[in-house]
């Protein structure tokens, strides 16, 4: 297996819209690098480039710009199959007419290994993936998990496959059985050291399958890449914080005062340490605090700002609240215990070890 890294990748496509005008899409001079072995999410919302980049990856489209290494070495240029990569796409690929047996034994049969060789792999593979019953079974007759297995197989039986790329894989897959068929995948990846590149818009699915997720915005570009608490414990920017999470960061417009952090003229004390780290200009900032750190009562406090219920919702497990204060709209977790109804005044307190402080996009605290 190999690492994979991308250099200043770039690429753009030139569509012609209804009156003849050009829209260009790219994606924007990505770095990053993944190493062998690991598991990684690609994330983003749809049309952000997922696909495009994985592409890339594969070497099914050519960039513009930069280049992908794989394993330090330059593979920009070298085709799909010189690559070894195997890709999975949303619809399984398989075989139908041959039987599960045919099907994992294709990539070795082409590649000239031995029968015995060929019977020995197809076994251990098809164990792993829980597939030893179904090996006579024709594969037109699988259920679509199944069949994704069987494609995700074909991917892995070879020896000298450098990576395995797969583009939002339980899509067709009955949601009863995304559970399943994700935790396997996980198992097939530890097992065998697979580098695996997994993209996804759902961050539920990034997060779960995930050591390292690379997190792209919609203008294409990489916006954070880290482990899923990296992501969801320091945000490098208010669209990670948002994006991660459920529901995701709260990001209030807010200056540094003499007095504190002031948003709507509202102000939070702030400890020394903060408005050391918080170099510059006090004004242009945004404030972020995850719903479940936001501190909310029913009688005023010290310090806490009055909020108004406007929004419960109830998820079984907590409710989340929809507070408004002027043009201010942010969200809470309170538990089932907690006795709250529209329109009360709730008041609000943000805990500074949990608060975020972001300038022009970027995190400073
Ligand atoms: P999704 O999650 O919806 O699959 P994505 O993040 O994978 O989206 P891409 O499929 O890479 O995004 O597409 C990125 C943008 O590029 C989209 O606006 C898409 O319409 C455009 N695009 C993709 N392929 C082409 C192409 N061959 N020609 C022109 N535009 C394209």
């Not at 024709?138 to 991917?155: M, N």
């Not at 907590?318 to 942010?330: E, G, P, Q, S």
């Not at 307190?349 to 995190?363: A, C, L, T, Y």
């Amino acid at each position: 297996m190999a690492s994979i890294e991308l250099r200043n990748l770039s690429h753009s496509y030139d569509v012609i819209m209804g009156k003849g005008e050009k829209a260009s899409f790219s994606i924007n001079n990505l770095n990053v690098r993944w190493e062998d072995g690991k598991a990684v999410a690609l994330l983003g919302p749809s049309g952000c480039g997922k696909t495009t980049l994985l592409n890339a990856i594969s070497g099914l489209l050519k960039p513009k710009a930069g280049q992908v290494m794989f394993n330090d070495r330059d593979v920009t240029m070298l085709s799909t199959k010189q690559r070894h990569i195997a890709q999975v796409f949303q619809f399984p690929v398989v075989y139908d007419s041959m039987d599960v047996f045919g099907n994992l034994a294709f990539p070795l049969l082409n590649d000239g290994f031995k029968k015995n060789d060929i019977r020995g792999r197809v076994e251990e593979v098809a164990e792993i993936l829980e597939l030893q019953d179904l090996l006579k079974v024709s594969a037109g007759r699988l259920t679509p998990a199944d069949k994704q297995k069987v494609s995700l197989g074909r991917g892995i039986i070879r020896p000298d496959t450098a990576a395995v790329l797969l583009d939002e894989p339980l899509t067709v897959i009955d949601p009863k059985l995304q559970w399943t068929l994700r935790r396997k995948l996980k198992q097939v990846q530890r097992r065998f050291r697979i580098t695996m590149v997994y993209v996804t818009h759902d961050q539920h699915e990034a997060l779960t399958f995930a050591d390292v997720v690379t997190v792209m915005s919609k203008d294409g570009k990489i916006a954070q890449t880290g482990t899923p608490e990296e992501l969801h414990e320091n945000p490098d920017t208010p669209f990670v914080g948002y994006f991660i999470g459920s529901p995701g960061m709260n990001i209030l417009d807010c200056s540094l005062t003499a007095e504190g952090l002031d948003f709507d003229g509202f102000v939070i004390p702030v400890s020394d340490e903060l408005r050391s780290r918080v170099s510059g200009p006090g004004d242009g900032l945004q404030l972020g605090i995850r719903p479940e750190f936001i501190c909310s009562r029913l009688e005023p406090e010290n310090g806490a700002v009055p909020f108004t219920a406007l929004i419960i919702e109830d998820t079984g497990a907590y409710r989340v609240l929809t507070l408004t204060m002027h043009d201010i709209r942010i969200k809470t977790r309170i538990s089932q215990a907690e006795q709250v109804s529209e329109n009360d005044t709730v008041w609000v307190s943000f805990p500074e070890r949990h608060v975020k402080i972001f300038r022009d996009g970027s995190r400073i605290y």
